[in-house]
């Protein structure tokens, strides 16, 4: 009997031990242990003191998704031999009400950081607004020997040039040239109609080819003022402004981008240069088929002037009528395999009644003197130009031909030739601009930087080297009594560019030239170097 009530006593306190306890697996993974100061994601065997609601532990609401001061304690379980007592250190966090406010706050703060960023770091919609205006320019420095006539150093040009963008369908420049020094031809310029400072009204005569202009020190010529618009219904791309007729490609593509120092004499005798006017341009089949028209005035913005800002009395100024046509049959590689074919049209309503035709001797424009030209002929009232372009790019060679002849009424007929061959040394070749249908700059593979900077070496490469040989022939033939004639021009070059933007140049040209009576026959030499920055 002893037995059984000792058996009976024992079960007695097993159960109520066993119902003041629970018995189980307890998981704390790391996710939920971080916010108990646990650092073991093991499973353990554990009693855990039966809950009640006044040894709540955990709040009731998620955590909130800001940082939360960090945890000064730890909790700490014991087992009592009879009743269970549970001591615990509290977090620090606020509580479910305060919590939440507190949480709201802090969201509000940071839509409002985002949205300031947002506003500070926003760009202009394109669509609403013109673009920041973009300045660019160009400064050559030229010197030419020669033992024909008076050497020359000094600053052949030096442009600034201000382009920009609008509502995406706007383009704009505006083009500005100061020159140095008073010459036939002064700041690139390479016949009248491109920049010609107004003469005494009894004299002004309108010169069409030809570097007969006097230009001055210091003076400030406007080249290219104009805006566009694209994709104009009918108009495709239309311009309005004063800028260059298209009569050229080598003269369009800028004389940042001439093969040497300048144009070859052919092309600077039969310019139109630079007059006021509208055109229509449009481009087919990808994009390889160019064609542009257009109406201008006879006379640019700074010849219908005199010296003293008086307009010209009885200034007719006619009007020209051009256009170019354009196509590139095999472009490949990004242009470095291309087929250049093209050919360009003006009709010239002359209505002052004056013209003139002039070419030049050896040297670039800026320093070669007239030597053959036709003289005024002041009862012209109509006259034709043309030419026709070819050019093929192979990599590192490119051939260029180009042909003018200009017809006047009456009076006869003046024509002339280029023929250019170019190669690249180093493995260079020209861009082609499907857009201009021209070329411009090389990619440099290697610049040569002279001077250390950061961790440029002190000799990266030596640059892009380019060979050029150039023939012209201007034929002025039916004016042998007004000191016309026909001219040969042979040019060696070589062109060193540092960078895309950075060159030198060495050239050499021998010119002959059959005159009148009086000059049967004449030969000039000039030696000539340039360097050239544009930005």
Known sequence: MNKIGLTLTALLLGGSIIYGFETGIHSAPAMEQAGQGAVSSENTLRLVPKRSSTAVIRAQHPAPVVPMAPFVG??????????????????????ADSNSTYVIAELENLRN??????????????????????????????????????????????????????????????????????????????????VEPPLPDHTHSHTLGGPSATTYVGQLSLFDAWIGVKNLPGLGYFRVGHYNLESSMNYLAGSTNTTLTSWHPSTSSFLLGRKFGCSSEHLFANDRVRWIYGIYQGYNINNGFNTSGRALSGDNQGQIFNTRLTMAPHYAEGGRHVLHIG??????????????????????????????????????????????????????????????????????TASGTTTELAYFLTGEHRAYNLATATFGAPTVNRPFRPFKSGEWNLVDGWGAWQVVARHAYTDLGDWRDASGGYQHDWTFGINWFWTTNIRCIFEYTHSNQRGNAEIPFAYQDAFGTSFRVNW
């Open 74 to 95: 730890y909790e700490t379980y014991r087992v009592a031999e009879a009743t269970p007592s549970v001591t615990t250190t509290a977090y620090a966090q606020p509580t």
């Open 113 to 194: 950081d985002i949205q300031q960023l947002q506003k500070d770091t926003a760009k202009p919609d394109p669509k609403k607004t013109f673009s920041t205006p973009r300045l660019s320019g160009r400064l050559f420095f030229d010197s030419w020997a020669s033992p024909d006539y008076t050497n020359k150093a000094g600053m052949n040009e030096l442009r600034f040039t201000v382009t920009g963008t609008g509502y995406e369908v706007f383009d704009y420049k505006a083009e500005f040239t100061v020159t140095s020094a008073n010459a036939a031809s002064s700041g690139h310029v390479h016949n009248m109609s491109e």
């Open 343 to 412: 050919g360009h049209y003006s009709y010239l309503n002359d209505t002052t009644q004056h013209s003139r035709v002039d070419a030049l001797g050896a040297g670039n424009n800026w320093f070669g003197p007239v030597t053959l030209t036709t003289g005024a002929m002041n009862d012209v009232r109509n006259h034709n130009r043309g030419g026709l372009e070819l050019s093929y790019q192979r990599g590192p060679i490119r051939v260029q031909l180009e042909t003018f002849v200009a017809k006047f009424n009456n009076h006869g």
